[in-house]
T-cell receptor, first 114, second 115 residues
Framework: NAGVMQNPRHLVRRRGQEARLRCSPM?????VYWYRQLPEEGLKFMVY????????ESGMPKERFSAEFPKEGPSILRIQQVVRGDSAAYFC????????????FGSGTRLTVV | AQSVAQPEDQVNVAEGNPLTVKCTYS??????LFWYVQYPNRGLQFLLK??????LVKGSYGFEAEFNKSQTSFHLKKPSALVSDSALYFC?????????????FGKGTRLSVIA
């Protein structure tokens, strides 16, 4: 039973390009959460999705960032026109129901903007 | 709004000694509390949780945590530290019966166990 799968593990983009981060939740999990980890800042919530629905996007910047979790396929976190400040580790987690028992995390995507 | 504080950025302990990583929280009602560990270049791994019941919770790798409602704390402990315990530790909280409220994480505490 594969865990939460994120790809790519490492992503390098030039300023102004687009970054697409993918997350396949654990089998049987229908809730996906995206977090961003910056040095010295810990883990910051970005967005919470269920299949075809955004439940909470209060932590996601209003511009350039978007997320989806289609009926078929992985969840996608998309960052348009990346800037150096977007460089961070992006983690996806999944849970069944509402995550009462906690989340299962992927290994993350490390985005570097050059 | 719920929040979590991990007052120590770094904790150093000698191998074989007991360790404590501190966590305090702010949330209405009785919270759901979690500890996760992150090894270098890896995702977070679940260690233990408190939902209800006994205030002392036992988890993976010999770790335990004690829920203290009066002090709003949930400190992580281990009686005898191992070098392999060196990692980044995160405390997390969510309100009870909150349905769709995501976990809120602390900033993390880096534990260094010295041989």
């Amino acid at each position: 039973n594969a865990g939460v799968m994120q790809n790519p593990r490492h992503l390098v983009r030039r300023r102004g390009q687009e970054a697409r981060l993918r997350c396949s939740p654990m089998k049987g999990h229908s809730h996906v959460y995206w977090y961003r980890q910056l040095p010295e800042e810990g883990l910051k919530f970005m967005v919470y999705l269920q299949k075809e629905n955004i439940i909470d996007e209060s932590g996601m910047p209003k511009e350039r960032f978007s997320a989806e979790f289609p009926k078929e396929g992985p969840s996608i976190l998309r960052i348009q026109q990346v800037v150096r400040g977007d460089s961070a580790a992006y983690f996806c987690a999944s849970s069944p129901l509402g995550g009462v028992d906690g989340y299962t995390f992927g290994s993350g995507t490390r985005l570097t903007v050059v | 709004a719920q929040s979590v504080a991990q007052p120590e950025d770094q904790v150093n302990v000698a191998e074989g000694n007991p360790l404590t990583v501190k966590c305090t929280y702010s949330v209405s009602g009785n919270p759901y509390l979690f500890w996760y560990v992150q090894y270098p270049n890896r995702g977070l791994q679940f260690l233990l949780k408190y939902i209800t019941g006994d205030n002392l919770v036992k988890g993976s790798y010999g770790f335990e945590a004690e829920f203290n409602k009066s002090q709003t704390s949930f400190h992580l402990k281990k009686p005898s530290a191992l070098v392999s315990d060196s990692a980044l530790y995160f405390c997390a909280v969510r309100p009870p019966l909150s349905g769709n409220t995501p976990l809120v994480f602390g900033k993390g505490t880096r534990l260094s166990v010295i041989a």
